[in-house]
């Protein structure tokens, strides 16, 4: 079983500040996505990474996978409300027809206005 | 962007009853769906995968009887609860993907695209 750990489980920071989250896993996946989920709806889709050390960037969120393929971070700069989600991290390991995608427990972040 | 609808999005009834959930990719023909659950401030755990056209595959420890998937079409997948109790109740949700047979590796499988959930609560 592939296990992801997010870190923090919960962050409680004020509108304008840094922060980065992690996903973590002894596995190695062929890709990683990050999702944001807010209450009472699916998750949204944020990013995919394929390559280990690739970096992608979604305005003020910087995506990064991991050399090895085992882990990743979100970095998200001056964070505002709207950022104020669950997070969760999925990892696939293989692309086959019928690969499934492992789950994260997310990270909660609340930005105060 | 890929959209899926899913429908009903809040189901409450008594116990013993049946619900369907339905999953429509309402701009793609989705290869794969998936179900999944979600209890309160807990991450999805995915129940079963769904090829359209043959039997799901269900994750250890999800009862096939309990939870019947319909894979009837590329844009359509139903979920079905039999006979639901109170032990039932949690957030079900189900996610579309469309596999591109013209990419190898990982950019064979197109991201999962998400519907925004069913909350069932039986009472």
């Known amino acids: 079983t592939q296990l992801l750990e997010q870190s923090p489980q919960f962050l409680s920071i004020q509108e304008g500040e840094n922060l980065t989250v992690y996903c973590n896993s002894s596995?190695?996946?062929?890709?990683l996505q990050w999702y944001r989920q807010e209450p009472g709806e699916g998750p949204v889709l944020l990013v995919t990474?394929?390559?280990?050390?690739e970096v992608k960037k979604l305005k003020r969120l910087t995506f990064q996978f991991g050399d090895a393929r085992k882990d990743s971070s979100l970095h998200i700069t001056a964070a505002q409300p709207g950022d104020t989600g669950l997070y969760l991290c999925a990892g696939a390991q293989k692309g086959g027809a019928n690969s499934k995608l492992t789950f994260g427990k997310g990270i909660t972040l609340s930005v105060r206005p | 962007g890929a959209v899926v609808s899913q429908h009903p999005s809040r189901v409450i009834c008594k116990s013993g009853t049946s619900v369907k959930i339905e999953c429509r990719s309402l701009d793609f023909q989705a290869t794969t769906m998936f179900w999944y659950r979600q209890f309160p401030k807990q991450s999805l755990m995915l129940m079963a995968t769904?090829?359209?056209?043959?039997?799901?595959?269900?994750e250890q420890g999800v009862e096939k009887d309990k939870f019947l998937i319909n894979h009837a079409s590329l844009t359509l997948s139903t979920l079905t609860v039999t006979s639901a109790h109170p032990e039932d109740s949690s957030f079900y949700i189900c996610?579309?993907?469309?596999?591109?047979?013209?990419?190898?590796?990982?950019?064979?499988?197109?991201?999962?695209?998400f519907g925004d959930g069913t909350r069932l609560s039986i009472l």
């Open positions: 596995s190695v996946f062929s890709s």
């Open positions: 990474v394929v390559t280990g050390g």
């Open positions: 996610s579309a993907r469309v596999e591109d047979r013209g990419a190898s590796g990982p950019y064979r499988n197109q991201p999962q695209h």
């Open positions: 769904s090829n359209e056209g043959s039997k799901a595959t269900y």
